[in-house]
């Protein structure tokens, strides 16, 4: 080597490069990580801060136009929401470890997998015609719409926490619900993410000045918020005025622990519970008590002994009750099934010969699925035999004073799946009645949390949902989604032991009348799809942009 051609030697007053030019895509990756798991984790309940869920996209969407690393981007995104998740259902340790540390990285992996198409998309679109941009911009939110329909039904359905669920104390933006279900409230949801990364892309990094930063797509986020409001305030213009009084209903909180509540020993312990807060319920002079999910320590379909006491008890208290019980069918037979159930007992009749029994099974908790193949798991989480699953919506007749009224049962988490709140409007329910048992989840966020698929239920079926926990949640939500009346101590606490009354209130115009979700069902999932397909088409057809390099014409 010569000495012309030998390296010149480093300048040692020259600038040296700063720790993020050094580092700079490695620290896009850990803020972006932070971001964009302290805001999933902040927008949903317990925490009180919806307004999040418009922006929790937003690190990962803006990192998405510089095109990073794919592997980089990839395993920061997935990471973030594994934490996200891992930490919303913190609450599931109280049932199994195991569980929780399989469940949230798994639904959390899941949801990432929506930014491997941001990823994909979102550089390709910039600089091209504003048309193609919002129709890609409408493609992602329907993916994401698609990525939440999934979860209805993949390995058994979990649905929990869908992005609508963040709003469930801001029913303003729920009312299209009632047309879209809630996958419309999460594709706005979406679309707002989409347009706050696409506005911020515009203003720093496109070096755009004056009329140009304007958005496109911040203005389609404006515009379908907008017109979230203007059906809001279409639907609860003058609704006082279109009130009157469906029932009066006492809920009975037992608050059981559930180490208690199956142990034989502590039944008529239980029993003495069950009948003390039934006839403190009953001095209220309710038309219908309310009992949570598996409430007896013994079946009701199936043991006498737990027949005769709920059929005399429902006699002193001279009100009906309807309750939460396991039914026994074929007892002693080789072919012997439990299942999860709805009661409706009266005064007069006792214990009605129909039932509802619960028809989405938890999945660990009271079946194993694929049993032959993961039995073995039973022995990481509290579950004895298989329950069954019923196969049908079987709303009950029950008596309401001088009136009789049709009331459609979901027992436990099955508020969280839409086609099941759906069917039972079908069948004619004029309301809702969730029966839970949350003594498994100790008094974290899963009680706000699961409350606020009740919410998201009572928009889409127009429908009044009365819920009654173990400990808590429990109360009433009117057809417009808003929170009416929550069940409380004196200290203000959801978990106590006791029973509240509720004066329950239905909306005159919605009597026997479907709302437009009810109808045509998951229409918009469909619609979704159509956004998806035709976006990712348009895109990838397009012609190549332009290189700045290129000769003008």
Request: hydrophobic share 50%.
């Amino acid at each position: 080597m010569t000495a012309a051609s030998a390296p010149a030697a480093p300048d040692p007053y020259a600038p040296q490069p700063t720790f993020l030019q050094r580092h700079g895509e490695a620290t896009a990756a850990a803020v972006v990580f932070v971001l964009t798991a302290g805001l999933a984790i902040l927008a949903f309940p317990p925490f009180q801060l919806p307004e999040l869920a418009y922006a929790m996209l937003v690190p990962g969407l803006f990192w998405a136009y510089t095109k990073p690393r794919f592997k980089l981007y990839v395993w920061t995104l997935f990471a973030a929401q594994a934490v996200a998740w891992t930490v919303l259902l913190g609450w599931l340790h109280h049932v199994t470890w195991f569980g929780l540390f399989l469940l949230g990285p798994f639904v959390g992996v899941w949801v990432g997998v929506w930014y491997l198409a941001a990823w994909w998309a979102l550089p390709r679109i910039v600089g091209r015609p504003t048309p193609l941009r919002l129709l890609v911009v409408l493609g992602l939110a329907g993916l994401w719409v698609l990525v939440e329909w999934s979860r209805t039904w993949l390995l058994g359905g979990f649905p929990w926490l869908p992005l609508a669920a963040s709003q469930w104390e801001r029913s303003s933006i729920l009312q299209v619900a009632a047309f879209t279900g809630a996958y419309g409230v999460s594709f706005v949801l979406a679309v707002m993410n989409l347009g706050f990364a696409a506005y911020a892309h515009r203003l720093f990094r496109e070096g755009v000045t004056g009329l140009n930063k304007r958005s496109q797509e911040f203005f389609l986020a404006l515009f379908l918020i907008l017109t979230c409001a203007c059906i809001h305030l279409t639907e609860s213009f003058n609704r006082r005025n279109f009130s009157q009084r469906l029932a009066r209903i006492a809920v009975v909180q037992p608050y059981i622990a559930q180490d208690v509540k199956w142990d034989p020993a502590r039944g008529s312990e239980i029993l003495g519970i069950l009948q003390q807060t039934t006839l403190a319920a009953a001095m209220g002079k309710p038309d219908l008590i309310l009992w949570p999910e598996a409430t007896t320590p013994l079946a009701v379909r199936g043991d006498e002994q737990a027949k005769l006491f709920v059929e005399t008890l429902a006699k002193r208290a001279g009100v009906p009750l309807l309750l939460g019980s396991i039914a026994i069918e074929k007892t002693g037979s080789a072919d012997e099934q439990w299942f999860n159930g709805a009661f409706l007992v009266t005064p007069e009749g006792g214990v009605a010969p129909d039932y509802y029994a619960k028809r989405q099974l938890v999945p660990f908790g009271e079946f194993v699925p694929f049993r032959p193949l993961l039995g073995w798991i039973g022995k990481f989480v509290p579950i004895g035999g298989d329950f069954e699953a019923g196969e049908t919506s079987s709303p009950l007749l029950v008596p309401l004073g001088d009136r009789n009224a049709i009331v459609g049962p979901l027992i436990c988490y099955e508020d969280i799946y839409p086609s099941l709140a759906r069917s039972s409007t079908r069948a004619g329910a004029a309301f809702l009645a969730v029966l839970t048992n949350n003594g498994w989840f100790g008094e974290g966020g899963a009680a706000s949390q699961h409350a606020a698929h009740s919410v998201l239920r009572a928009v889409e079926n127009r429908r009044p949902v009365l819920r009654c926990g173990n400990g808590g949640w429990s109360g009433w939500i009117d057809e417009f989604g808003v929170v009416r009346r929550v069940v409380t101590n004196d200290a203000g606490s959801i978990y106590f032991r006791g029973t509240r009354t509720i004066e329950v209130q239905q909306d005159i115009r919605w009597i026997d009348r479907e709302s437009a979700y009810v109808a045509y069902g998951d229409w918009f999932v469909l619609l979704s799809a159509g956004f998806v397909l035709f976006g990712w088409t348009l895109l990838k057809t397009a012609p190549p942009l332009p290189s700045p390099d290129d000769p003008v014409a």
